[in-house]
């Protein structure tokens, strides 16, 4: 590795740090610092309310903190869309379903930042989403209206967006929530192949049993940032106590 591979690799793919948002009164995050680098899989774990889709909205610009200061790749979040870094696949409570748009047509808005601005579709850009969507076992499904897909099936068309966007960072808002067992799987084995291939995920999550084997590290989010290590560690009932103020041993509830 030269000077310059040695100084990329060790900018993190995402620094959050000291960072405070909210919505009017209300406080979202409290000094929230997070670092994510390359090559990992991160696991966001906090009760609803506790601040991870604002987590998810800052690092991605849409949000301007009050405090803090978030990079994304040692570049603005602005910055950071512009350059096509950053792949998101938000909660289904988000998207509008009844959209009149094919499974394939959501894959292809992930080339959009590739088209430039007359958005003309090149044979690479077909390449790309035919390719997202045979990784993600949806190629029979490719010309449906994009509601008429199950709950699993949709979440994976969005992670078929963020592949074809070909983002090297990854935010994925509670993607295995309702999703059958075939797409846990499937989506849990994209995001190993993105991370093997030196990619950065974040991913909030609620299945707290999963955790291990999903994330190489887990951040444990209670509007602060309480803790960030293994998710070994995330897991230990005391630590769960903080975030949850539940019984911990009881994680299937979570």
């Not at 409570?93 to 009844?98: G, I, P, Q, R």
């Not at 894959?107 to 930042?113: A, D, L, P």
């Not at 790309?128 to 509601?147: K, N, P």
């Not at 897909?149 to 963020?162: D, M, T």
């Amino acid at each position: 590795m030269n000077t310059a591979e040695k100084t990329v690799a060790a900018v993190p793919a995402i620094d959050v740090q000291g960072v405070s948002v909210h919505y009017g009164s209300v406080s979202a995050l409290e000094d929230a610092t997070v670092q994510l680098g390359r090559g990992r899989i991160c696991g966001l774990v906090g009760m609803n309310g506790s601040g991870k889709s604002t987590l998810f909205k800052t690092i991605m610009g849409q949000l301007k903190p009050d405090a803090g200061q978030v990079l994304v790749d040692g570049r603005s979040p602005g910055q950071a869309r512009k350059d096509k870094l950053i792949g998101y696949v938000p909660q289904n409570e988000s998207v509008d379903w009844d959209f009149p748009i094919s499974v394939r047509e959501v894959v292809m808005t992930g080339r959009y930042g590739h088209m430039g601005f007359t958005r003309r579709v090149r044979e690479a850009d077909k390449q790309a989403v035919q390719q997202a969507l045979e990784r993600v076992e949806l190629t029979g499904f490719a010309d449906r209206q994009i509601g008429q897909l199950s709950g699993g099936q949709k979440k994976r068309a969005f992670v078929a967006r963020a592949i074809a966007q070909e983002a090297s960072i990854m935010l994925l808002d509670e993607p295995f929530a309702g999703v059958d067992k075939r797409s846990e799987g499937t989506i849990t084995r994209l995001l190993r192949e993105v991370a093997d291939a030196g990619g950065s995920v974040l991913v909030s999550t609620h299945d707290l049993h999963a955790l291990p084997e999903l994330a190489d590290e887990a951040v444990l989010l209670m509007r602060r940032v309480l803790m960030q290590g293994s998710p070994e560690e995330i897991l230990k009932p005391e630590n769960l106590a903080l975030a949850f103020g539940l019984d911990p041993m009881n994680r299937g509830a979570l």
